[in-house]
Nanobody, 125 residues
Framework: QVQLEESGGGLVQAGGSLRLSCATSGLTFSRYVMGWFRQPPGAEREFVATISRAGSHTYYADSMRGRFTISRDNPKNTLYLQMNSLKPEDTAVYYC??????????????????WGQGTQVTVSS
């Protein structure tokens, strides 16, 4: 059974940092492109960042580029998202997802095969 479990969310003041983790099991982690998505309150789920299987390629949504860093540790089967300079508009539920297809800079959410349950990030002003 494939499981993706996010952790590391919480409440932080604007300008602060958080590091999200996504621990995976039941899949060959190194064979999957991984992504982070988020869903702000009352809004649609949106793309945050993606990383290729070996971690050599990454891509970010414009509003996150330069503030967020996606990374992965294949031997530990874990995905990360380092979030710096957080803003109130970053408040959302953050999800990790796994995609078995070919890496591209952007793959829509519907193409991802597996999802975690999400972790809440709240940024206060």
């Amino acid at each position: 059974q494939v499981q993706l479990e996010e952790s590391g969310g919480g409440l932080v003041q604007a300008g602060g940092s958080l590091r999200l983790s996504c621990a995976t099991s039941g899949l060959t982690f190194s064979r999957y492109v991984m992504g982070w998505f988020r869903q702000p309150p009352g809004a649609e789920r949106e793309f945050v960042a993606t990383i290729s299987r070996a971690g050599s390629h990454t891509y970010y949504a414009d509003s996150m580029r330069g503030r967020f860093t996606i990374s992965r540790d294949n031997p530990k089967n874990t995905l990360y998202l380092q979030m710096n300079s957080l803003k109130p508009e970053d408040t959302a539920v953050y999800y990790c997802a796994a995609y078995s297809g070919v890496y591209s800079d952007y793959s829509p959410a519907r193409q991802y095969d597996y999802w975690g349950q999400g972790t809440q990030v709240t940024v206060s002003s």
